[in-house]
């Protein structure tokens, strides 16, 4: 009679809790299983009990990660492991899970309990703020883009000319890309060139097209970039590096829409939109004579200027997030996060590549990575000895106040005698042997 009121007070207990709970014995068999559970995977506790776990629970990890069996096998917890799992209709519910072992009054293990909360809410939410910051491939709360992402439908809805300029890595062909998929031009093609990438002579060739025999080595026709984007759109990449000879034939395709390829004698008429980007300022350009003004008046129809990924860092925890979700995709794994060191990290280096070198670091920390967090010691050496320095002086500052303190006590003495350590010794009545070891010990100059 005892046992039955105790086992109807645990499972009163199990069902006053807001999150899915379960138990399994040592072969995996469920024993307990709360109405929070029933709730999240839409199994009664009837159909449960007795079941298999993965029977039941079906997460994406039950087969090879099983969090409850790892849990009895190394007497470790689990906590707060992102998993999916899929309910009784077949639908996926993302959860977050942890573990824990059971034992008997005499310590033994007999099974582990399970705890598991539903993100269905949560994931929502971060799809909406997703939403909410994001346009096409392009991820951005900060102002600036923000005030693009404002002005993009209208400009791609134009068949104005666009300048993109911005630091490399900066996202500029997500910019002109995007352009492309929100214009009527979306289903026709979009051709990239980076005129930076190519001597003059195959440039040409490679925008404009040639004729058999325009050359030694031209044995056929070859049509041109301009001419493979007909109806669609073509973004001209670097097109800072273009030279004198070349930014005239470019200049007369905008003005005209019409071209002669490479040895030919007849005009081309084309239907193409130009979008064109550099990292170079093309004002100044214009200035020293290297970049021809008229040109540069005709590209500059519709100007559009990224700011540096060190100007919108609270665009950075987006990106973060972005990224993880795309190499999680890539290669198969589970990160859900950085560390707050990570993050504290990110959030201070000036980001020299931009968004492109955020971009590397996080796949340089997939390829380190074997837990559900992205730590320090994963992201490149290179990048983040200064930091993790910092991070060992401010904690032996917090360990040792009154080292330090005392270390501050010597600089200061010393800098007001100028560096004499005889009258520095005698101001802080210790002999000039004390006070040198003590300069030493603390790295003092």
């Known amino acids: 009679m005892k046992t039955g009121?105790?086992?109807?007070?645990?499972?009163?207990?199990?069902?006053?809790?807001a999150d899915g709970?379960?138990?399994?014995?040592?072969?995996?068999?469920?024993t307990s299983f709360n109405r929070a559970a029933e709730e999240i995977t839409g199994f009664s506790r009837d159909e449960a009990i007795g079941?298999?776990?993965f029977n039941i629970f079906r997460a994406n990890i039950c087969q090879t990660e099983c969090a409850l069996r790892q849990t009895i096998k190394t007497g470790k917890p689990i906590i707060n492991k992102h998993v999916n799992i899929l309910d009784r209709e077949g639908k996926e519910v993302p959860v977050s899970i942890s573990t824990s072992l059971l034992r008997n009054e005499k310590g033994k293990v007999i099974g582990a309990v399970e705890t598991f909360r539903d993100l269905s809410v949560v994931e929502e939410l971060k799809k909406e703020i997703s939403?909410?910051?994001?346009?096409?491939?392009?991820?951005g709360k900060n102002y600036q883009i923000q005030s693009i992402f404002h002005i993009l439908p209208d400009i791609a809805e134009s068949d104005?000319?666009?300048?993109i300029q911005g630091p490399s890595g900066s996202g500029k062909e997500l910019f002109a890309r995007a352009i492309h998929n929100l214009s009527h031009r979306k289903d026709d093609p979009y051709i990239k060139v980076n005129c930076g990438a190519l001597p003059d002579t195959l440039l040409e060739s490679e925008l404009f097209g040639y004729m058999k025999g325009a050359f030694t080595d031209a044995k056929r026709d070859k049509p041109g970039r301009f001419a493979l984007a007909?109806?669609?759109?073509?973004?001209?990449?670097?097109?800072?590096?273009?030279?004198?000879?070349l930014q005239i034939k470019l200049l007369r395709f905008l003005q005209e829409k019409e071209y002669e390829p490479l040895g030919g004698i007849i005009t081309v008429k084309a239907n193409v939109r130009t979008i064109t980007a550099t990292n170079k300022n093309l004002s100044d350009?214009?200035?020293?004579?290297?970049?021809?003004?008229?040109?540069?008046?005709?590209?500059?129809?519709v100007?559009?200027?990224?700011?540096?990924?060190s100007k919108r860092r609270e665009d950075i925890p987006l990106l973060i997030e972005n990224f993880i979700g795309k190499f999680n995709l890539k290669k198969g794994k589970n990160i859900i996060g950085v560390s707050d060191t990570v993050m504290e990290f990110l959030m201070t280096y000036d980001f020299p590549g931009n968004v492109r070198e955020l971009e590397n670091i996080i796949e340089y920390a997939f390829v380190l990575c074997k837990d559900m967090i992205i730590k320090i010691k994963h992201l490149p050496r290179e990048l983040t000895h200064d930091f993790q320095d910092r991070e060992v002086t401010k904690r032996f500052t917090l360990a040792h106040p009154l080292k330090n303190a005392e270390a501050d006590l010597i600089q200061k003495t010393l800098k007001k005698h100028q560096g004499n350590r005889i009258e520095t010794a005698k101001e802080l009545k210790i002999n000039r042997s004390t006070l040198w070891r003590k300069i030493k010990k603390y790295d003092l100059q």
Do not use: H
């Open 5 to 17: 009121r105790s086992t109807s007070f645990f499972n009163i207990i199990l069902d006053s809790i």
């Open 21 to 30: 709970v379960f138990t399994i014995n040592n072969q995996e068999e469920i």
């Open 51 to 53: 079941q298999y776990c």
């Open 131 to 139: 939403r909410q910051y994001s346009l096409e491939d392009i991820i």
């Open 160 to 163: 104005s000319t666009v300048l």
């Open 230 to 245: 007909e109806r669609g759109t073509i973004f001209l990449d670097e097109i800072g590096d273009m030279s004198q000879a």
């Open 285 to 301: 350009l214009v200035k020293n004579g290297s970049f021809r003004e008229d040109l540069f008046y005709r590209l500059n129809v």
């Open 303 to 309: 100007n559009i200027e990224l700011p540096p990924l």
